[in-house]
């Protein structure tokens, strides 16, 4: 008698544990896909970012650059004026 309840408790128990897991398997697989979508999101939005960083970067150096080479350009301009002497400009 002792054991045909322990049988049934455990049959019991064990069909528990196979509905709850379906259960929450079911109920859970959205949150993880919302989670796992959220989280690509953000990895694309950083890649984003990062590319646009980059492009600004790539600009800012050719400005410097042509800063650079406007600068030497008045340099020279202005050192072969002063060996013209005081009245050549």
Excluded: C, H, W
């Excluded at 929450?24 to 590319?51: C, G, M, T, W, Y």
């Excluded at 790539?58 to 350009?73: D, F, M, P, T, Y």
Aim: proline share 2%; no cysteine; hydrophobic share 45%.
């Amino acid at each position: 008698m002792d054991e045909d309840i322990i049988a049934i408790l455990m049959m019991g128990m064990l069909g528990f544990t196979i509905v709850s897991g379906l259960v929450l398997r079911l109920s859970l697989k959205p949150l993880v896909d919302s989670i796992a979508r959220i989280l690509e999101l953000r990895a694309v939005q950083n890649r984003e970012r990062s590319d646009l960083l980059e492009r600004r970067v790539v600009l800012l150096e050719q400005e410097l650059g042509s800063a650079r080479s406007e600068l030497q350009e008045l340099r020279e301009r202005d050192e072969f004026y002063n060996r013209l002497g005081p009245g050549a400009r």
